[in-house]
């Protein structure tokens, strides 16, 4: 069997890799188990030193990394470039902060000495996405590594260049030989790896479905996880909001990584005080995008990652105006010669419950025109989701905007006046079918620790 990387942009090969036999993927778990006992009785600034001179190496090596994930799933030189930034500043952020959060907590009670201290747990698995080839990984394995343990990527195998490139980078930095492995297999050989008794927990960032078949794996071997799926994050425009910004700030969100993001704006619920306007103003700046090249300059949206998912958004975007949407923009295929897994802006209004993507997540550059009568509509629309992943609200009244975000929306992250994203300070993940778990800040370098009580009497 053979993982095949293929160019989005024209449908040619980039290469194929040969699949880890069982026994290799064996040796690879063994190998990252040894050296996790050497490494996990390493200091605190040891590692610390290591993150920074992988954040160097990231930095150092930011074009080629971008160039690579052009290649392979279309996105664009300069956000590819920030994505490697946006890693090389999680490194760092660790290398900081890691020793403090890890820090023994002492707790008073009757004992002479008795605290909490956090232990690491071993090997770790991360079942990764495309879509963010470096970021997802990197926000997993800065604070695992931090905290003393050891990391395995199965990576999506489009990407197989960019996680065996991780790989380069960790060696670079000086990081133990074999602390962190890639295995190059297939999504069925990962219950396999989840059932090795070396292995002690896993992450997966992907789809709902996916999700739940690593977290039955994972729940039948009684190994933890963290699980970050899939999100329909709602956008809700009030009556009182600044349109021209808030249209801005919902275009850049709806077509970040050409759509391909969990946490991108997908359903924008108006008031109908400002529905016209709104959309007037977001029409404009949707048609206003770049549709190319992800190597020529200018381009803003490259293709998307796989002719397949192109054709599945194209089905899904056919069965809504079918069941009743209107398309006031794109919605086909476009025509470009010589091109391959393009796909353009796209806008649908007028959906309803009952139409598929009042339910499903659209992972693509479509946007999804929700009308609400008035803000408890617009809050009842927002929280009917089987996800809960990121949510935004716009409005000139920013009290009354935190209220409704801290109190009202159910979500993971909810922000005000502000396209939702993912920080090294500040908690990510979600509720419901969008995951559970949290990566990134402190919670995040917790979550592959052993919370372990010390009492001494």
């Not at 069982?22 to 009785?41: C, G, N, P, Y």
């Not at 897994?341 to 598929?356: D, E, H, N, V």
């Amino acid at each position: 069997m053979s993982l095949i990387s293929i160019n989005p942009t024209n449908g040619k090969l980039i290469k194929s890799y040969k699949e880890d036999s069982e026994k290799q993927v064996s040796a690879k778990i063994e190998k990252t188990h040894s050296a996790w006992l050497k490494w996990k009785d390493s200091s605190f600034s040891d590692r610390a030193k290591l993150l920074r001179n992988a954040a160097k190496v990231l930095l150092k090596r930011k074009l080629d990394l971008a160039t690579l994930m052009a290649k392979e799933m279309g996105k664009p030189i300069a956000p590819g470039i920030a994505e490697i930034e946006k890693c090389a500043a999680v490194c760092d952020y660790y290398a900081e902060n890691g020793a403090a959060f890890l820090k023994d907590e002492m707790i008073a009670t009757e004992a002479s000495s008795s605290y909490v201290s956090f232990q690491p747990l071993g090997v770790v698995l991360a079942v990764m996405p495309w879509n963010f080839p470096f970021w997802q990984l990197f926000r997993f394995l800065a604070p695992a590594l931090m905290a003393g343990n050891g990391g395995l990527l199965k990576h999506a195998s489009n990407v197989t260049g960019c996680a065996l490139a991780i790989e380069e980078v960790i060696l670079a930095a000086g990081f133990p030989k074999d602390i962190f492995n890639v295995l190059l297999i297939g999504s069925k050989s990962v219950k396999q790896v989840i059932a090795h008794p070396l292995v002690k927990a896993v992450t997966l960032t992907g789809s709902t479905e996916a999700g739940k078949q690593v977290a039955q794996q994972a729940g039948f071997h009684l190994k933890k996880t963290v699980l970050e799926l899939g999100g329909s994050d709602p956008y809700l425009v009030l009556a009182d909001a600044d349109l021209e910004q808030a249209a801005e700030i919902c275009m850049q969100s709806r077509l970040i990584n050409n759509g391909q993001s969990c946490i991108a704006a997908k359903r924008f619920i108006l008031v109908k005080e400002i529905e016209k306007e709104f959309i007037r103003i977001f029409l404009g700046k949707m048609q206003s995008k770049l549709t190319g090249d992800p190597f020529e300059e200018g381009t803003d949206l490259g293709p998307m990652a796989r002719m397949d998912l192109r054709n599945e958004l194209q089905q899904q975007v056919t069965a809504n105006i079918n069941a009743g949407a209107k398309c006031i923009l794109g919605g086909k295929i476009p025509d470009f010669k010589g091109k391959h897994a393009y796909y353009t802006p796209t806008i649908l209004t007028g959906i309803r419950k009952g139409m598929p993507a009042y339910e499903e997540e659209i992972f693509g550059p479509v946007a999804l025109i929700f009308s609400a009568k008035n803000e408890e509509e617009a809050i009842r629309i927002a929280n009917d989701s089987p996800f809960g992943l990121g949510a935004a609200i716009f409005t000139a009244d920013r009290k009354h905007g935190e209220e409704l975000a801290a109190k009202r929306l159910n979500a993971g992250s909810c922000f005000v006046n502000s396209l939702v994203k993912s920080d090294p300070r500040l908690p990510f993940g979600g509720i419901n079918q969008s995951g559970y778990g949290r990566e990134l800040s402190a919670f995040g370098i917790r979550e592959f620790v052993n919370i372990k009580t010390v009492y001494v009497k």
